[in-house]
């Protein structure tokens, strides 16, 4: 969901500052780590009448389900209170 760009700074050997792209959506904790390897994204259910679905008696239905991306997750395990 995000991409990286340019290399902004780089305070040690092991660690990058780097331009991110979209914005980000809530504040990053400083002196967090972020999983740059193997990005995961984590959603929850845009509402929770998302899966409150009809299906017609004949025909095969086509539904559409709205997420959101959960960064309240991500936040709580920034602040390792997860």
């Known amino acids: 969901m995000y991409e990286t760009g340019r290399i902004l700074a780089q305070p040690s050997e092991d660690t990058f500052q780097v331009e ?3 914005a980000v959506r809530m504040a990053i904790p400083a002196g967090a780590q972020l999983e740059a390897e ?3 994204v ?3 259910l845009a509402t929770d009448a998302e899966m ?3 299906f017609p008696a004949a025909g ?3 539904p559409s389900v709205n997420f959101v991306e959960a960064v309240d997750v991500w936040n709580a ?3 390792e209170v997860a």
Do not use: Q
Request: proline content about 11%; charged content about 20%.
């Open 60 to 62: 095969m239905a086509r």
């Open 20 to 22: 991110i792209f979209p």
């Open 42 to 44: 984590l959603c929850h």
């Open 52 to 54: 409150d679905l009809e």
């Open 77 to 79: 395990l920034a602040l």
């Open 38 to 40: 193997k990005p995961t």
